[in-house]
């Protein structure tokens, strides 16, 4: 006989939950001071990560070291790619034309970069697995299917059950 299965409430599928994510609300004095050192385009960036719904979503203090890190990053990406553009070629030991070694520390430079990106949800397939755009995607369809179905007069003969938004609903 197999076991019965759990309620709703302590499931802990996603379809069972409520995924909304709970966001805190940053003032500007909230947001931390960029590194030292970066470009003003990268200090610019830095501004409208901490104050996008993203950076909210989780405390500043979780992700701060990381985010830290990953400017830092862009900046040590953006100075060795000018200079390789600049000069892609050099003079290797025997007087021979070799590739600029820095051609192979932005390979290794864009591999950190894109792993901090995942932790901290900056691309589409990391903000999902994080819930982010699950969560939000849920919100946007509810909102979306009652201002529809709010707004269509219901017919005298339909029944109560026949709730069209259920169609709508993601299982």
Known sequence: MPRPRKTPERRQNRATKDSGVALEVHTLEDIPS???????????????????PLAKATDAGSKLNAATRLWQMYDLRNKHHAAYCDQPLVTGSQGQQVLNPLGRQLTTIEG?????????????????????????????????????????????????ADDPRKLLAVK
């Open 34 to 52: 960029a590194p030292d050192g970066i470009a003003p385009e990268l200090v610019e960036s830095w501004r409208e990560y901490w104050e996008s």
């Open 112 to 160: 950190q970069i894109m792993q901090l990106e995942d932790r901290l949800g900056l691309n589409p397939k990391a903000q999902l697995a994080l819930g982010v755009t699950w969560a939000e995607g849920q919100k946007q369809l509810r909102d979306l299917a009652d201002r529809v179905f709010s707004e269509r007069p219901k017919p005298k003969d339909e029944k109560p």
